[in-house]
Nanobody, 114 residues
Framework: VQLVESGGGLVQPGESLRLSCAAS????????MGWYRQAPGKERDLVAT???????NYADSVKGRFTISRENARNTVSLQMNSLKAEDTAVYYC?????????WGQGTRVTVSS
């Protein structure tokens, strides 16, 4: 089982980025998926999750700006990030939770700076 994130980069405040997480070796449609982030010197925090039926949950700090979605046919989950702020700077990790285990991707770095 492997998760591979992509889409990170350097953007200016107010701009947008779209992160993608491609899963292999497992069917994401049967599992909870999520995005987490870890800023320098801080713990890894939840950003957004999406259940198997599409119910979403967001950290208060990103509500209204970020959108998580799943594309089961492509076995991917995405995170659309709009109106980015400097405090969104972090390494973003994709996460899969099944009944028995969880899997993390290697992370993709997002830097928001002018």
């Amino acid at each position: 089982v492997q998760l591979v994130e992509s889409g990170g980069g350097l953007v200016q405040p107010g701009e947008s980025l779209r992160l993608s997480c491609a899963a292999s070796g497992i069917d994401i449609s049967r599992n909870y998926m999520g995005w987490y982030r870890q800023a320098p010197g801080k713990e890894r925090d939840l950003v957004a999750t999406i259940t198997t039926d599409g119910t979403t949950n967001y950290a208060d700090s990103v509500k209204g700006r970020f959108t998580i979605s799943r594309e089961n046919a492509r076995n991917t989950v995405s995170l659309q990030m709009n109106s980015l702020k400097a405090e969104d700077t972090a390494v973003y990790y994709c996460n899969l939770k099944s009944m028995l285990f969880q899997v993390w991707g290697q992370g993709t770095r997002v830097t928001v700076s002018s």
